[in-house]
């Protein structure tokens, strides 16, 4: 299902430029429900994802004035956080953001955009979130090491 919605998530941001509330707010509800019978992640926990993950990206949002990122986005990251929890959330921040940096600055490298055209986040967050719900007990191992 988690899957499903950011493939879904990713394409229309794709194609349109949006991700819409139609696929984060039922994809919110429904991580929050499935954590009542899935044993990975308690209740809580899926809130706390929720909030705090959504919470950090609004506030990047705010504080930007909705430059560089779209209130979609924002609603996203709280899906994952309802999904994955507040910390693989923000792994999926940090994992789109680079991922995306680095495609960026490819393309503008091999001319295929200028620096101030803009590049649709969801498939990076999506390509982020992949990766941490697949190896983000590792990742964030790795890191608490450091």
């Known amino acids: 299902i988690f899957v499903s919605l950011i493939i879904i998530c990713a394409g229309t941001d794709l ?3 949006l991700i819409l509330n ?3 707010f039922p994809g ?9 019978v899935a044993p ?18 609004w506030l990047i949002w705010a504080i930007t004035r909705g430059r560089g990122m779209g209130g979609g986005d924002v609603k996203f990251l709280a899906m994952v956080g309802a999904f994955l929890g507040w910390d693989r959330g923000l792994l999926t921040l940090f994992l789109g953001a680079l991922i995306g940096s680095v495609v960026g600055i490819a393309r503008i490298a091999a001319g295929k955009q200028e620096r101030r055209d803009p590049i649709p986040f969801g498939p990076f967050l999506s390509l982020g979130a992949i990766i941490s719900m697949f190896f983000g007990a590792k990742l964030l191992g790795f890191l608490h090491v450091w």
Do not use: K, Q, R, Y
């Open 15 to 17: 194609n349109t430029g």
């Open 22 to 24: 139609s696929v984060t």
């Open 28 to 36: 919110m509800a429904l991580g929050i429900a499935l954590s009542f």
């Open 40 to 57: 990975s992640m308690a209740p809580l926990e899926a809130l706390l994802g929720l909030l705090v993950s959504g919470g950090v990206v």
